[in-house]
C-alpha cells in the first residue's frame, strides 16, 4: 500500500507532502525574468542585499521569495518595508544600510549571474527609512 | 504468460518477505530514526518561522488539506511542543528500539511538522522520502537487540519497503521529467535556466548560490547531457531490486546526482548525501546467515 501510495503521483499533476510528482525540476524558466525582493540602501544609494530572515523571518529563500511577491501582489509593499526596516535595526548586521526598498527587477538570468549583468528594468514600489 | 507472471510474484514474495540479520535491521532502525532526530532538530528554527505566518499565506497539502487554510495553523509553541515531543520520543527509540510507542507517535508527530512546515505556498521535496520511510518503520516490527540480536534473524520486509519507496521517489521524479520535461528538458535548455534563475534568486535575496553556477551557465552543451543523465538515473532506479552490486552501483550513482545539484543549484538534499536513503537497498540483499547455516547442516 505504501509504495503504490508513492507511485500514484504519477497519475496527478499537482504536488503533494509527503507523496509527490517531484515537479522542482521541470518548471520552465523563461531567459528574461521578474525577481521581486526587498533590498538595503546605503548613504550611496548602492544596494546591499538582505537576507531572507531579514526580509521574511524566515531562513528560508523561498519563503522570502513568496512574501515579498505576495505584498506586491496584494499592494502592502509598504507594510513589507516597515516590517523589513524594523529588523534591519533590531540585526547587528547591515549597520550601513539606511533604508529598505521593495523592488522588482527584470533580468536576463544567464547574463546576470554569469556576468553580474545589471537588471533590464527596475520598479520601485515602496521605500522606508531604518530607525536606529 | 500466466507462468511467467507467477513465477514473477513469487520471486518477488520470496524476496520481500525473507529475513534478514537482526543486527542490519538494527543499524537500518538507527539510521533512519537518528536522521529524523537530527533533522527535527536542525529544523525546529525554520517551523517556528513557519507558525509566524499570516494566515492568509497558508496553502495546506497532506495530512492539512483536508483542513481549511485558517485552521492550519499551529502556534509557535505547539509547533514547539511538537518538536519536542516528537525529538525526545526519536531519542527514546534509539535507545529502546523496541519500545513501540515512542516511534509511533514521534513519525506521527515528523509528519505534522514537515506538513506544516510545507503547507505555506512551496513544497520543499527534501523531506518526503524521511517521512515516509519514518512511517514504514513505525508501522513495523521491532528489531530484537542486545543478546536477542546476535546471529537471530527477523523479518526483512521493513528494510526492502523501505528500498521500494527510495526506488519509487526517484522513478516518479524521473517520469515526471519526462512527461512535463519533454525535449525542452532534454536539450538542456529547461535545466540551464533553471540552474539560472535558482542561483541568481538565491544572490538577489542574500542567500548563499553556487559558486559554480556563474562558471558554467553560459555553456548549454553542459546541461543537454546533465539533464539526459538526470532522466536517466530516476528511471534507472528500478534496477537497483535486481541485485546486491546493482542496488549499491545505482545507489553510487544516485548520490553523484545529489551531489551534482548541490554543487551546481546549491540545493541540499541531506538524507541521500549521508546514504541513509540507500542503505535499505543495500541491507536488503544480505544473505541470512542463520538460515544458510541451518540449511548447511
Redesign the interface.
Known amino acids: 500500500m ?2 503504490a501510495a ?2 500514484a ?2 497519475a496527478r ?1 499537482k ?17 528574461v ?1 521578474t ?1 521581486d ?1 526587498a533590498v538595503g540602501l546605503d548613504r550611496t544609494g548602492r544596494q546591499v ?4 530572515q ?2 521574511a ?11 515579498v511577491e ?1 505584498a506586491v501582489a496584494n499592494e502592502t509593499t509598504q507594510q513589507l518595508c516597515a516590517r523589513v526596516a524594523t529588523r534591519v535595526a533590531e540585526s547587528e548586521a547591515f549597520v550601513e544600510v539606511l533604508s529598505v526598498a521593495i523592488v522588482t ?1 527584470t ?1 536576463d ?2 547574463p ?3 556576468d553580474e549583468a545589471a537588471p533590464i528594468d527596475s520598479v520601485e514600489h515602496a521605500r522606508c527609512d531604518i530607525e536606529r | 504468460m500466466i507462468g511467467v507472471i507467477t513465477t514473477t510474484h513469487r520471486a518477488v514474495d520470496r524476496w520481500l518477505f525473507a529475513s534478514l540479520p537482526s543486527r542490519q535491521m538494527l543499524v537500518l532502525h538507527r539510521a533512519v530514526v537518528g536522521s529524523a532526530l537530527f533533522w527535527t532538530v536542525v529544523r525546529t ?2 517551523w517556528l ?2 507558525a ?2 499570516s494566515a ?2 497558508a496553502a495546506p ?2 495530512v492539512l ?1 483536508w483542513l481549511p487554510s485558517d485552521q492550519i495553523m499551529l502556534s509557535s509553541p505547539v509547533v514547539l511542543g511538537l518538536a519536542l515531543a516528537s525529538g525526545l520520543g526519536l531519542v527514546l527509540s534509539l535507545l529502546r528500539p523496541r519500545w513501540p510507542l515512542a516511534l509511533t507517535f514521534s513519525a506521527i508527530g515528523f ?1 505534522v511538522l ?2 506544516h512546515g ?8 527534501t ?3 524521511l ?2 520511510h519514518l ?2 518503520l513505525a508501522a513495523s516490527p521491532r528489531p530484537p537487540v542486545g543478546d536477542h540480536s546476535r546471529g537471530s534473524t527477523t523479518d526483512g520486509w521493513p528494510a526492502r ?1 523501505l528500498a ?2 527510495t526506488v ?2 526517484y ?3 524521473g ?3 519526462v512527461r ?2 519533454g525535449s ?2 532534454i536539450s538542456g535548455h ?5 540552474v ?2 535558482d ?9 548563499w548560490s553556487s559558486p559554480l ?3 558554467l ?2 555553456h548549454r552543451w553542459i546541461f543537454g547531457p546533465g539533464a539526459v543523465a ?1 532522466v536517466a538515473i530516476e528511471l534507472a532506479a528500478p534496477l537497483a531490486l535486481v541485485g546486491r552490486r546493482t542496488a549499491l552501483l545505482w545507489s553510487a550513482t544516485a548520490w553523484c546526482f545529489h551531489l551534482a545539484v548541490l554543487g551546481v543549484m546549491a540545493v541540499l538534499f541531506l538524507y541521500p548525501l549521508v546514504g541513509v536513503a540507500f542503505l535499505p537497498l543495500a541491507l536488503s540483499f544480505e544473505p541470512t546467515h542463520s538460515s544458510d547455516a541451518t540449511a548447511a547442516a
Open positions: 505504501a509504495v508513492t507511485l503521483p504519477i499533476s504536488d503533494g507532502f509527503p507523496l509527490s510528482n517531484y515537479p522542482m525540476f521541470i518548471v520552465t524558466r523563461p531567459d525574468t525577481f525582493s542585499r538582505l537576507s531572507p531579514i526580509v523571518g524566515s531562513i528560508e529563500v523561498i519563503q522570502a521569495v513568496a512574501t505576495a527587477e533580468y538570468i544567464i546576470a549571474l554569469a | 528554527p525554520f518561522d513557519q509566524a505566518l492568509t499565506r497539502v497532506g488539506s509528519l514537515t506538513t510545507n503547507s505555506w505556498g512551496q513544497v520543499l521535496h523531506e518526503n522520502l517521512s515516509l512511517l514504514v519497503v521500494l519507496l519509487c521517489t522513478l516518479v521524479a517520469v515526471a521529467k512535463y520535461g525542452d528538458w529547461t535545466l540551464q535556466n533553471l539560472a534563475h542561483n541568481l534568486r538565491k544572490q538577489l535575496l542574500g542567500d553556477a556563474p562558471l551557465v553560459e538526470a
